[in-house]
């Protein structure tokens, strides 16, 4: 049982930038065991990758669209995962959710069903 808890998400202007941070707990839980991951949603839209990190950071892959503006870093001693995202767009708006999976591969590290534990997401809202 994995806890995870987003934060640092708000509104702010084209080209500005946000940290989100996710803090991982559980009976048990051993952060440098998860691969950690960051995905977005919108209304009407299926969840999207943003970016990953596996256990022992041989994998980092980003999204495309987040490729250059967005880099994902892991601290195992505080069971965190962060998001720091800058040169942000309009298109960037959305809910941004945590993930962990003990049990995955690098190469499925961008899908969203190999993911066993989500936090309840927090908002990004870029203005133009």
């Known amino acids: 049982q994995v806890q995870l808890v987003e934060s640092g998400g708000g509104l702010v202007q084209t080209g500005g930038s946000l940290t989100l941070s996710c803090s991982a707990s559980?009976?048990?839980?051993?952060?440098?065991?998860?691969?950690m991951a960051w995905f977005r949603q919108t209304p009407g839209k299926e969840r999207e990758f943003v970016a990953a990190i596996s256990r022992r950071t041989g994998s980092m892959p980003y999204a495309d669209s987040v490729k250059g503006r967005f880099t994902m870093s892991r601290d195992n001693a505080k069971n965190m995962a962060i998001l720091q995202m800058n040169n942000l767009k309009p298109e960037d708006t959305a809910t941004y959710y945590c993930a962990a999976s003990a049990g995955i591969i690098m190469s499925q590290l961008r899908s969203h069903s190999s993911y066993d534990y989500w936090g309840q997401g927090t908002q990004v809202t870029v203005s133009a």
């Open positions: 559980g009976s048990g839980f051993s952060f440098n065991r998860y691969a």
